[in-house]
């Protein structure tokens, strides 16, 4: 199985439009020992021919552009090696990408039913997905589920892969209505999932909110773990002047404190883990900072743009 990540940094990227925090100035000023992101953005590959996407991110036309994996071959007209994506959440971050895949092309969906909801319900401007003959195929992702995906149209044979999901704690999005928000389900606002291929496991949690403890089992079993790397602390955002909300109260989990990322991830994991989905605002992206050498003491890897990982 391949694994490529397109894009590392949590939403408005790095530098962010409108920030100057120490990270971003300094990064404009070429002060800082640090390397730009895009916002997240992964892709695997079963077979190394078709592709799956994790999130649609706001960057990903310029991802995929970078990517020669995922552009069509003038060999198959019509085809593309990316056979669908899979929408952790309705977020904006996650889903908006999929405005950069209009262009008349069926691909599946695959998104629980409340993130269906939020993105088709909530907002028209997705139905641009039905101009595909056919258009693209929504299917439905249970919170607590387990789906079998076949490359082959073989009968009988196994699944290629098998992708598991599990509520991550997050609540809808911003722009949801009030209405939507009281009769949607919770657990569906934001899943992980744990992809298993040939006797390999990856738990991907880019946003984790960390109220339980379930993904700690499955992280402890993964050999690749991609988790919400986005906030040193629960401040930051707030430091910025920009909001009053706390990284908690907006779904992520910092890495520091005793209740923190660093220190809640199960010490028995034997896999490889990788810091993802990192705020512009995060000390851990100074290459010459305290904070950027603890988690990489704790065994943690940051992600960046580019980085391929074959399993
Ligand atoms: C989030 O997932 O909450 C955002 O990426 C944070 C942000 O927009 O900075
Ligand atoms: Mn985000
Ligand atoms: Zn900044």
Request: glycine share 10%; net charge negative.
């Amino acid at each position: 199985m391949k694994l490529k990540i397109l894009g590392s940094a949590a939403g408005g990227g790095f530098p962010q439009w409108n920030c100057a925090c120490r990270n971003c100035s300094g990064l404009r000023a070429g002060k800082l020992h640090a390397q730009p992101r895009t916002q997240t953005q992964i892709a695997f590959s079963p077979d190394d021919h078709a592709w799956f996407l994790i999130g649609a991110s706001p960057d990903l036309r310029a991802q995929l552009l970078c990517s020669p994996q995922l552009a069509p071959s003038p060999d198959s007209p019509g085809q593309v090696p990316i056979g669908g994506v899979f929408l952790p959440s309705a977020d904006v971050d996650a889903a908006m990408g999929l405005l950069h895949l209009r262009e008349f092309q069926t691909f599946f969906v695959f998104a629980t039913a409340g993130v269906q909801r939020a993105l088709r319900s909530e907002n028209r401007i997705f139905k641009v997905l039905e101009r595909g003959d056919p258009p693209v195929q929504w299917q439905v992702l249970s919170s607590r589920g387990r789906l079998g995906c076949h490359l082959s149209e073989s009968p009988g044979e196994l699944p290629t892969f098998v992708c598991n999901t599990i509520p991550l704690g997050g609540d809808y999005p911003d722009y949801v209505s009030d209405e939507f928000r009281r009769a949607a389900a919770p657990d569906d606002a934001t899943v992980g999932f744990l992809i298993e291929l040939e006797g390999k496991k990856i738990f991907i949690a880019p946003s984790l909110a960390g109220h339980t403890g379930e993904w700690q089992k499955l992280a402890a079993s993964a050999d690749l773990v991609l988790i919400d790397g986005t906030f040193w602390s629960s401040d930051e955002l707030r430091r910025t002047g920009r909001t009053s909300k706390t990284a908690r109260e907006i779904g992520h989990i910092p890495l520091s404190g005793a209740d923190g990322l660093l220190a809640q991830f199960p010490a028995d994991a034997q896999g490889r883990k990788i810091l993802i989905h990192i705020n512009n605002t995060n000390p851990i992206l100074d290459e010459d900072s305290p904070e950027h050498r603890a988690v990489l003491e704790a065994g943690f890897e940051i992600a960046y743009d580019g980085l391929s990982i074959s399993l």
